[in-house]
């Protein structure tokens, strides 16, 4: 099955630096990658998701990237707020072959005012 | 996004006990429900995967005797702790997918779990 590895768990950036958080996929017909934001005691919610044919998304102070040949993607976080601290997760998931999601382990963001 | 819920958001049950936690979706028929767990600081553990109508696929290491899932309706799920037990303490979020093409997965609030 899919393996989902998510660097770094933990990172500390002043407010109004940028924030990136990396992920890495193992099964190459991964096809759609959400990134969710979870405060404490609260679900995931989802802030950005990529499919596989674009290579790039922008929302607003949030992008992802996506380097199908790496099978690597990143989520960065420009002008950091302290509202961003919270854990993100990424995961990956083959619409193809199940709906299973495939969840990396989490970083947890502090911005620091 | 889709509407879920999930009831009850938290509960504080004895060792031993059981403990029926609810997920419903309110605006889409769930065809698929995820059940995860997830311990402080970690990240969201699939426990099992059920199908409406049909007995619920666990993951590795998870006692299908002990969470007890039932997928009765397209808009109706439970996870059933059984004998629970402090190690059980968790926060269990549900996550139902239905049958339109869509990517995007929906979550429960979650329900926390403490068991005494």
């Known amino acids: 099955g899919e393996n989902v590895e998510q660097h770094p768990s933990t990172l500390s950036v002043q407010e109004g630096d940028s924030a990136v958080i990396k992920c890495t996929y193992s099964?190459?017909?991964?096809?759609?990658f959400p990134w969710y934001k979870q405060e404490l005691g609260k679900r995931p919610q989802l802030i950005i998701d990529?499919?596989?044919?674009?290579g790039e998304k922008k929302d607003q102070r949030i992008a992802v990237t996506l380097n199908k040949t790496a099978k690597h993607f990143s989520l960065h976080i420009t002008e950091t707020q302290p509202e961003d601290s919270a854990v993100y997760f990424c995961?990956?998931?083959?619409?193809?072959?199940?709906?299973?999601?495939?969840f990396g382990t989490g970083t947890s963001l502090t911005v620091i005012p | 996004g889709a509407v879920v819920s999930q009831h009850p958001s938290w509960v504080i049950c004895k060792s031993g006990t059981s403990v029926k936690i609810e997920c419903r979706s309110l605006?889409?028929?769930?065809?698929?429900m995820f059940w995860y767990r997830q311990f402080p600081k970690q990240s969201l553990m699939l426990m099992a995967t059920?199908?409406?109508?049909?007995?619920?696929?666990?993951e590795q290491g998870v006692e299908k005797d002990k969470f007890l899932i039932n997928h009765a309706s397209l808009t109706l799920s439970t996870l059933t702790v059984t004998s629970a037990h402090p190690e059980d303490s968790s926060f269990y979020i549900c996550?139902?997918?239905?049958?339109?093409?869509?990517?995007?997965?929906?979550f429960g609030p979650g329900t926390r779990l403490t068991v005494l």
């Open positions: 996550s139902p997918i239905g049958t339109a093409e869509r990517d995007e997965q929906f």
């Open positions: 059920s199908n409406e109508g049909s007995k619920a696929t666990y």
């Open positions: 995961a990956a998931r083959n619409r193809i072959t199940g709906n299973q999601f495939y």
């Open positions: 990529i499919r596989s044919n674009v």
């Open positions: 605006d889409f028929q769930a065809t698929t």
């Open positions: 099964d190459s017909a991964s096809n759609y």
